[in-house]
Structure formats: structure tokens, C-alpha cells
């Protein structure tokens, strides 16, 4: 199985922006879809973004749109989801994980079992 590695959370004001990275060390994320999901306090795990692997369509939750973009970083090997303009309500622990077809972003991720470790996103001001 593929290892994903989530970093870049961190505490931001209301407004702010941060870059989170998802990195695989033994595989080129080039061969795989991945999403971003994240789970707030005392709620479900949700999709936020997916990349798809053939032609590299994007796809967003509707609460996000707008002000997340998620892009490959092929030097790095990494999916990158940058995210401007947070508001409180993107407070979370944010995830990536393969997901072909971004089947799990679409049908949401209540059976997908093999999360990293996250990194919290905390908005606050």
C-alpha cells in the first residue's frame, strides 16, 4: 500500500492562508488519484478536494470552492491543496489518501480505512 504524509497545518487568523502537502514516499502519486478530506471536531470525515490521475480534473465540495485548489507537485511527488481566504468553519484535521476515480470524495469516506496521521488546521482569531 501506498504511504501518504500529510504536513503544513498550523494556526492561522480568519482570512488566511495555508499550503498542506501530501506526500508518498514509495510510489509516484502521478499513478493515483488523491483527495483531501478532513474531519472537524465532533463530525464526520468529509471530502474537500480530489485530483483525479488521467487528465488531472479537479473537483471541490461546495463549502470550499472557490478558495481551495489542489495541484500535483511532480518534483516533489506531493498533491498540494492550497487553501486561501479560511474562515472558522475550516477548522479540522485534514487528510489525504488514494482514492481512484475520487470515488471516496464523491460517495464521502465513512469506508475508507487507511488514513495517515492528518495535520490539524486551526483557524482562529
Known amino acids: 500500500q501506498v504511504q501518504l504524509v500529510e504536513s503544513g497545518g498550523g494556526l492561522v487568523q480568519p482570512g488566511g492562508s495555508l499550503r498542506l502537502s501530501c506526500a508518498a514516499s514509495?510510489?509516484?502519486?502521478?499513478?493515483?488519484?488523491v483527495g483531501w478530506f478532513r474531519q472537524a471536531p465532533g463530525k464526520k470525515r468529509e471530502g474537500v478536494s480530489c485530483?483525479?490521475?488521467?487528465?488531472?480534473?479537479?473537483h471541490y465540495s461546495e463549502s470550499v470552492k472557490g478558495r481551495f485548489t489542489i495541484s500535483r507537485d511532480n518534483i516533489k511527488n506531493a498533491v498540494i491543496l492550497q487553501m486561501n481566504n479560511l474562515t472558522l468553519e475550516d477548522t479540522a484535521v485534514y487528510y489525504c489518501?488514494?482514492?481512484?476515480?475520487?470515488?471516496?470524495?464523491?460517495?464521502?469516506?465513512?469506508?475508507?480505512?487507511?488514513w495517515g496521521q492528518g495535520t490539524q488546521v486551526t483557524v482562529s482569531a
Open positions: 489518501a488514494i482514492d481512484p476515480g475520487c470515488f471516496f470524495f464523491r460517495i464521502g469516506p465513512a469506508q475508507y480505512t487507511n
Open positions: 514509495s510510489s509516484t502519486l502521478d499513478y493515483f488519484a
Open positions: 485530483i483525479t490521475k488521467s487528465d488531472g480534473t479537479t
